[in-house]
């Protein structure tokens, strides 16, 4: 009788409240890191059947932060190169208006002004053609890690070149020079000034363009290539219009042409320039665009990204005022069956019968 007492007493009863004492500790353990995470489990698996949701929302969700982190970058690229672009139109203004003034007072005086002027405008411009942001040239287009300007614009080849080509006024009319001028400006060698990248024709330089990954399978042609045309459909360079223009009154001084002769020449330019600048806001226009463009995406992106972490939030997250709930009961039953144990450990024969 005793033994059955004792069997049924300690080994039954005793073995199955300590096993349950342990499944009801490790329950609290489980639910307190639910509590303390927020989520359900710190594995796919203890998700059970939604797992399989879970796991195909984390990477779209880490997809879309990277489509945005492109865009981010690539706004920034597109502001810096704004700037830049802006400066750009600065020195073509300056250099109208030296044109402007050279048309009304023809001096020696207004020539060796105006030169002087547009040979630090070149030092300028180049400068500004090279700008960065971080590691990227801003005006390379893809091959963004090499500079554009190969070298100094106010000694490059094509300033010689232009140089020679100014010294024949007088002998050589004012149109041809332009021309002459204009042909070296657009068929420059790679180098000379210009990067082999981009030493290219003004369409082809405007195909060059950098590229943004900004959703599935989605890549759109953002920033500025400095040799490129004003739109998709133009022949033309400001650019490099700007360059032979600055070159062209930087070499002034080069030939005794007679006055007609340099007001030609001054007028022709002047000319080129309303184009110059025409360009320039066009491409100004274009950056706008883009960076418009990349600013609806993001909205988009950033609407998907918060559906998709909702999503994943009901399949991952724990209901923390349930899971509140459970732990109370949990420890409830916990000091429950700890008083019991320690209860049996004070009974005798007696406390059976």
């Known amino acids: 009788m005793t033994g059955t007492i004792s069997s049924f007493g300690f080994e039954g009863i005793s073995n199955q409240l300590l096993l349950g004492v342990q499944n009801l500790s490790q329950s609290q353990n489980s639910l307190q890191l639910e509590a303390s995470t927020g989520v359900l489990s710190s594995s796919y698996a203890g998700l059970g059947a939604s797992r399989t949701q879970a796991l195909a929302l984390q990477p779209a969700i880490t997809q879309v932060s990277a489509w945005m982190s492109n865009i981010t970058n690539t706004q920034n690229t597109l502001t810096t190169t704004q700037t830049a672009l802006s ?3 600065t020195i073509a203004q300056d250099l109208t208006s030296s044109l402007s ?7 020696y005086s207004t020539v060796t002004t105006a030169a002087t002027a547009a040979r630090s405008a070149l030092t300028s411009l180049g400068n500004l053609l090279n700008t960065k942001q971080g590691d990227s040239y801003v005006f390379a287009g893809q091959q963004n890690t090499i500079a554009p300007v190969s070298t100094d614009l106010g000694t490059s080849d094509l300033a010689t070149q232009i140089e020679q080509a100014v010294s024949q006024l007088g002998s050589t009319s004012a149109d041809d020079v332009l021309s002459t001028t204009e042909d070296l400006a657009s068929n420059t060698a790679a180098g000379q000034p210009f990067s082999a990248a981009v030493s290219t024709s003004p369409d082809q330089a405007y195909q060059q363009q950098m590229q943004a990954v900004v959703g599935q399978s989605e890549t759109v042609s953002v920033g500025m290539v400095a040799t490129q045309s004003a739109t998709a459909t133009s022949t033309t360079s400001p650019v490099r219009n700007l360059i032979r223009n600055l ?4 070499s002034l001084g080069s030939s005794s042409a007679s006055a007609s002769d340099y007001s030609s020449l001054i007028s022709g330019l ?28 993001t909205s988009m992106l950033s609407q998907m990204s918060s559906a998709l972490t909702t999503q994943l939030g009901q399949v991952k997250d724990a209901d923390l005022a349930q899971v509140s709930t459970q732990v109370t009961n949990t420890n409830n039953q916990l000091q429950a069956s700890y008083s019991l144990i320690a209860d049996m450990k004070g009974m005798t024969l007696a406390s059976y019968l």
């Open 87 to 89: 400066q750009i139109s």
């Open 101 to 107: 003034t050279l048309g009304n007072t023809l001096t």
């Open 247 to 250: 070159m062209v009154v930087a």
């Open 270 to 297: 002047q000319s080129s320039m309303e184009t110059v600048t025409s360009g320039l806001g066009d491409m100004s226009g274009l950056l706008g665009v883009q960076q418009n463009s990349l600013t609806t995406q």
